[in-house]
């Protein structure tokens, strides 16, 4: 249900990152989701196809790029990456954890249009979609 | 053109609201508990049940967040206590924006302890900081004793957990055994209270458990104003 406020702040964000260096539109936008935020990726970019309109992301595709969560195990001190949900320690099957990361959600990139920008002639165009993080 | 960002937080705005409303808190000696679970599962009860039972000697403010009206502020008013009704009007969990309004409108200087109900939902609000400085998880026995493996989160992050609906208890097949091995394990070192309306006594733990709280922040705040 929030997901709406989420991408109006990821909006926000990224049309200030873009203004700040003069871009004239914002053609892809890449963030990284922990899967500790409850927040639903399939929900997320439906409501950016909502809330991009009348914004210098109005043409911009958003790119979620999922990431696992961390867990410290005070037990037997290691450190678990895991890629989704998960209160145990692998190594020593712990639940005395510590969660050290996989709640963020971050602006992590943007694909901008620069008016006027100096192109090397020779430069390739840059694919349409490039991985993101 | 490419833009890398370097990790800028969606929940920056959020976030600086609740570092603002944790620093607002500690500069007036107040503590702030975070009341979080699902639509029903006896929060307001909940809240009338210990403010009454806080003594004399404890002021305490309450914020109520709710989608809309302002049903439960009028239950907390009864109690003559300062409330103030925080209406999301559709949003699924209270903000630390909202909650600074909210402060805002309480009589700190004269408060040791804020009690911050949240919008009736086991998912959002524990992603949410609003400033407090701890949190309480609410489950009721007519929820169903897998609430707490449904939603590891709520209890993951919580400081306490109270099961409500206690005098309901026979009436269901809530395998209380379970459902607190599951929250131990989610949560080894929070404790974990049963409460009854009924039972006027039942929420005298809870109540000590906020004046232990109390105690310790109040001895803090001293201790880094020296």
Known sequence: ?133 | MRIDVLKRSLFQKNDHAAEFNRALLDEHAVVAVNIMGGAGCGKTALLESIIPQLGSHVCVGVLEGDLATTKDADRIAALDVPVVQLLTEGGCHLTATLVEQGLKCLPLTDLDLVLIENVGNPVCPANFDLGEHFRMAVLSVTEGDDKPAKYPYLFKVANCVVITKMDLLDATDFDLEGAAATIQTLVPDAPIYTTSIKDRASGRTIVDWLLSRLKGSLSLASASSR
């Open chain 1, 1 to 133: 249900m929030h997901e709406l406020a989420i991408v109006r702040s990821l909006l926000e964000s990224a049309e200030s990152e873009a203004r700040e260096r003069g871009a004239a539109a914002i053609t892809g936008v890449c963030c990284r989701l922990g899967v500790l935020r409850q927040v639903d990726p399939q929900s997320l970019s439906e409501a950016f196809e909502i809330a991009r309109a009348g914004t210098l992301a109005a043409q911009a595709e958003l790119n979620v790029r999922v990431v696992g969560m961390t867990l410290d195990c005070r037990h037997c001190g290691g450190r678990a990456e895991l890629p989704t949900w998960g209160f145990e320690c692998p190594g020593c099957g712990s639940t005395d954890v510590r969660l050290s990361g996989g709640d963020e959600l971050e602006l992590v990139s943007l694909e901008v249009e620069v008016p006027n920008e100096n192109r090397c002639p020779e430069e390739e165009p840059l694919p349409k979609k490039r991985s993101c993080g």
